[in-house]
């Protein structure tokens, strides 16, 4: 008899494993605004540090090129995943619901660890709801559906954010200072939250659930649900076409990569500029985000276009294997960013929150990418799995799965 078991290596799609890890390293270079510093410095900039030189430079580079634009390619690429999931041969031929469903609630169960116990900006629950909820009853459908469901879901997703800032003067003022607080902080307001990130380990997961139990309910489903769900179906799309696996020409990637990373940067720096000359303010700032919200769909396509082209092409490498590594193990590497981080800034480790302005930051990322480009390769060359996939196979398929290749 046939029993599921996990995708051995040699049959994996490089070209996803490169997307993925393409993706996750870019992700980082977001995350790493509300890992070093109080939430409020990842949309306002004037938060906690000088709006100038080099730090408002770094500031607007990660807002054009990588802020939604890395978090929709990895949602494409997890939409990409459901759909192979299922395809995933079983014993009775059917599809694997039962094993797809308990895929979903153990990274459930990893993110809500990961949410509360070690960094609050998590993304695996959204993806793990967006899992039960959504994906798999929808697995089913033509591309051409699931990219006009897709369309329909984004809209949503605007219109929501867009009636948000709308609903600003019509708030209460508590409702309305509440939401300054999050979104424009003052920098005493911002100076309180760092203490907060510079006290102890309890005292810090202590103060952070609250905010991190509203984006698991509200903002979920006031953004995350429209935003990444729609990029999944729209990930879902592109792969049941042959785009994200490479089966188009080489001219197909090359027009779709330059127009779109064109258009939808092209947007994102327009957004970027008016939100400058708007000091990044409420409720102003709730339309202009659109002009990057539309943006990075494009650019997200465009990214992925991009990659695939220098995969076929042999134009990446060295990093082809080293990005292919790091998105074999992205969950590792995604929890790691989070450990790694927390123990830079964060008071029960070396302390160093709002120490480094945005240009700063980079550099910390760019240390960060460097080591997970090296040691991935390093643990795959010994190991099947990264060590958290290993945990989340052995979980899914109720034994525990072989580590040593």
Not at 56 to 82: E, N, Q, W
Not at 294 to 306: D, E, N
Request: glycine share 10%.
């Amino acid at each position: 008899m046939l029993q599921p078991e996990p995708v051995a290596a040699a049959r994996r799609l490089e070209t996803l494993d490169v997307l993925r890890g393409f993706a996750l390293l870019g992700i980082l270079a977001m995350n790493i605004r509300v890992m070093a510093a109080p939430m409020g410095a990842y949309m306002y900039p004037y938060a906690l540090f000088d709006y100038t030189g080099a730090s408002r430079a770094a500031y607007i580079f990660t807002s054009v090129f990588f802020d939604l634009k890395m978090m929709g390619l990895f949602s494409m690429l997890f939409g990409a995943g459901a759909v192979l999931y299922a395809a995933k041969p079983t014993a009775t031929g059917r599809p694997p619901t039962g094993l797809w469903f308990r895929r979903m609630f153990w990274l459930l169960v990893i993110g809500l660890v990961h949410a509360y116990l070690i960094w609050g900006g998590d993304i695996l629950v959204a993806y793990a709801l967006c899992g039960v909820i959504l994906l798999w009853w929808v697995r089913r459908l033509s591309a051409r559906s699931l990219a006009m469901l897709s369309v329909l879901m984004l809209a949503v997703g605007a219109f929501l954010a867009f009636g948000h800032g709308q609903s600003w003067e019509t708030m209460s003022d508590a409702d309305r200072a509440r939401e300054a607080e999050m979104m424009m902080p003052t920098r005493e307001q911002s100076e309180a939250q760092l203490e907060t990130m510079l006290g102890s380990y309890a005292e810090f997961v202590a103060s952070h659930a609250p905010l991190v139990l509203m984006f698991q309910t509200v903002y979920f489903a006031l953004f995350f649900f429209w935003r990444a769900g729609g990029m999944m179906l729209l990930g879902m799309s592109l792969y049941k076409s042959g785009f994200l696996e490479g089966r188009k020409s080489d001219r197909t990637y090359a027009l779709v990569a330059v127009a779109c990373l064109a258009v939808g940067l092209g947007l994102a720096w327009y957004g970027s500029m008016e939100l400058e000359r708007a000091r990044f303010v409420m409720p102003e700032r709730a339309a202009l985000d659109l002009w990057n919200y539309a943006g990075a769909v494009l650019a997200s396509i465009g990214y992925a276009a991009a990659i695939v082209l220098m995969v076929r092409r042999g134009a990446l490498g060295p990093l082809r294997r080293a990005l292919g590594a790091v998105g074999r193990m992205a969950l590792t590497n995604y929890l790691m960013q989070s450990v790694i981080t927390s123990a830079l800034f964060l008071g029960w480790g070396l302390g160093f929150a709002g120490r480094l302005d945005y240009a700063g930051q980079l550099l910390a990322v760019a240390a960060i990418w460097a080591f997970q480009l090296v040691i991935s390769p390093i643990w795959l060359s010994r190991f099947r799995f990264g060590p958290a996939e290993w945990l989340w196979r052995s979980l899914t398929y109720g034994h525990r799965q072989p580590m040593l290749r």
